[in-house]
Nanobody
Framework: HVELVESGGGSVQSGGSLRLSCAAS????????MGWFRQAPGKEREGVAA???????AYADSVKGRFTISQDSAETTLYLQMNSLKPEDRGMYYC?????????????????????WGQGTQVTFVS
């Protein structure tokens, strides 16, 4: 039973930083892909960043240079370091995973790329 639990969301000002975490349990994948997605009110869920068991990463153009996806050495926690945050970065952030080898993408993840999802953590802005 795969379980993903996100945390670290909160309220932030423009230019601020947050680090999101996604604790994974219930499985051990030697080969995998994992990703972060976000969904703003009234908008479709969009891929933000992905990481692969090869160590490769991929990002949406809108977050390149500002966000960094990473994992701890045990590969049980996924992180998203978000710097220079903008109001358009607000939304519910979800992590997701898929078992098995995936040829690393050179693009943002898509919803159908991944199978198991967490419940999300909210990022909001304050003026």
């Amino acid at each position: 039973h795969v379980e993903l639990v996100e945390s670290g969301g909160g309220s932030v000002q423009s230019g601020g930083s947050l680090r999101l975490s996604c604790a994974a349990s219930g499985y051990i994948y030697s080969q995998f892909s994992m990703g972060w997605f976000r969904q703003a009110p009234g908008k479709e869920r969009e891929g933000v960043a992905a990481i692969f068991s090869t160590g490769d990463t991929a990002y949406a153009d809108s977050v390149k240079g500002r966000f960094t996806i990473s994992q701890d050495s045990a590969e049980t926690t996924l992180y998203l370091q978000m710097n220079s945050l903008k109001p358009e970065d607000r939304g519910m952030y979800y992590c997701a995973t898929r078992e098995g080898y995936t040829t690393p993408w050179h693009r943002a993840p898509r919803i159908n790329d991944l199978d198991f999802w967490g419940q999300g953590t909210q990022v909001t802005f304050v003026s």
